[in-house]
Each structure stands twice: as C-alpha cells, then as structure tokens.
C-alpha cells in the first residue's frame, strides 16, 4: 500500500531560523495537504497542492509539491513560537482511494 | 474551531471491553473519516462513511466498525479492546465523497486500554 514518509522526525530551532520538512511518497499523488497539529490538539489544515511542481506561499510558509507527485516540502522562515507544533503531510493516492494516508510528521520546537 | 465535534473526551476501558466512540460533522457535510492516531505517529485512516454507508476502509480489522445516521453524524465501535488500541481517535468530517478533500477534524477522544 501506499506510504509516505516525513524527515526529519523532530527539529529544534532557534527563534528566527528556518525550518524545513520533507515528505515522500511511496507512489504518485494526485494532491498533498499539509496539517499543523498544536501539542494536545488535533491536526489543522494548512493548504493543499495539487499540481506538479506547485508553490504556494501563507506569509512565512512555503509549500512546494514535486515534479513527479511524489514528493513535497514545508519551509518556515524566521520561526517563531508560534510556529511550535508536529506538521504532517497527508497524500492522496487518487482513483477509488478514499483515505489521506499521513506521514509520521515532524515535531518542531522554537527556543525563545 | 471546526464545527466538528467528538465524545468523549477521554475513556478508560479495560481489555476486552467494547467502546462506542460519537461524533458530530460540521454543518453542511455529508462525509465522516476515522483516524486512529499513536502516540508520536501520523493518523491511521479507520474507515469513512458516506449517506450513511462504508465508503473506504483502511487496514482495521472487523471489531473497528461504524455507523452514520442521516443527520450525518458518525459513531466508532471498537469491540474486544486490546491494549494496542490505546490511542486519540479522530473523526474528520469533509463535504465530498471522491476523496482527498480538505478534511476539518474533531478534537478527538482519548482512549486508554488497561
């Protein structure tokens, strides 16, 4: 079955870094969706990419999706505390699939 | 907030012992996902259910059932817990049916197996 995978597992900053994410899939999606996911809460969408070589920007993150739809990056600039939180990536295989398979996600911490 | 809403919060069974999870979607959508997410892991999709049939399963095995009623809302069954199945249960709610839409999550519940 379809598997995504996210690197890296966890990622601590300084306030101000940037901070980046990865995320691979095992098959060709036909879209990824980002998540955000607040320490005790549940995960929040951030933005969906659906075309091959795809950018799309939210004030300091960048969201990029691969050339061959199996690949896609979150990069953060200058972060903040309030960037705290596990980003998941969650792709769609397309067809008769139905589910979002998600990655395992990446942990940011930001030091103050 | 998403207008998506899940009971209870918390739960303790013990092993062996049958749960029945609830949830609410959010207004005007007709799609309800259950995810089962471990501790330090992404969700694992359960199954979906659309216009009150199973429209997609993941790998769960048959004690994971659901209903949805025709006001959309969905509940998670869980029959002979066993310990592994210690873990926040999302319910996601979603407009369509084809898949791969923006998904607006629960808060979940929190299971614990002893």
């Known amino acids: 079955g379809q598997q995504v995978m996210q690197i890296p597992q966890y990622q601590h900053v300084q306030e101000g870094e940037d901070f980046t994410t990865y995320c691979n899939s095992s098959?060709?999606?036909?879209?990824i969706q980002w998540y955000k996911q607040r320490p005790g809460g549940h995960p929040v969408f951030l933005i969906q990419?659906?075309?091959?070589?795809e950018v799309k920007k939210q004030k300091r993150l960048t969201f990029q999706f691969g050339e061959a739809k199996k690949n896609s990056s979150l990069h953060i600039t200058a972060t903040q505390t309030t960037d705290v939180g596990t980003y998941f990536c969650?792709?769609?295989?397309?067809?008769?699939?139905?589910?979002?398979?998600f990655g395992s996600g990446t942990q940011l911490t930001v030091l103050p | 907030e998403t207008g998506v809403t899940q009971s209870p919060t918390h739960l303790i069974k013990t092993r062996g012992q049958q749960v029945t999870l609830r949830c609410s979607s959010q207004?005007?959508?007709?799609?309800v996902s259950w995810y089962q997410q471990a501790l330090g892991q992404g969700p694992q999709f359960i199954f979906q259910?659309?216009?009150?049939?199973?429209?997609g399963r993941g790998n769960f095995p048959p004690r994971f059932s659901g209903l949805q009623f025709p006001n959309y809302s969905s509940e998670l069954n869980v029959n002979a817990l066993e310990l592994d199945d210690s873990a926040l249960y999302l319910c996601?709610?979603?407009?369509?049916?084809?898949?791969?839409?923006?998904?607006?999550f629960g808060s979940g519940t929190q299971l614990s197996v002893l």
């Open positions: 996601a709610s979603s407009f369509a049916r084809r898949g791969g839409e923006k998904l607006f």
């Open positions: 098959t060709t999606l036909s879209n």
């Open positions: 990419l659906v075309k091959s070589g």
């Open positions: 969650a792709g769609h295989g397309g067809g008769s699939a139905r589910q979002l398979t």
């Open positions: 207004s005007g959508h007709n799609t």
């Open positions: 259910y659309y216009r009150e049939e199973e429209n």
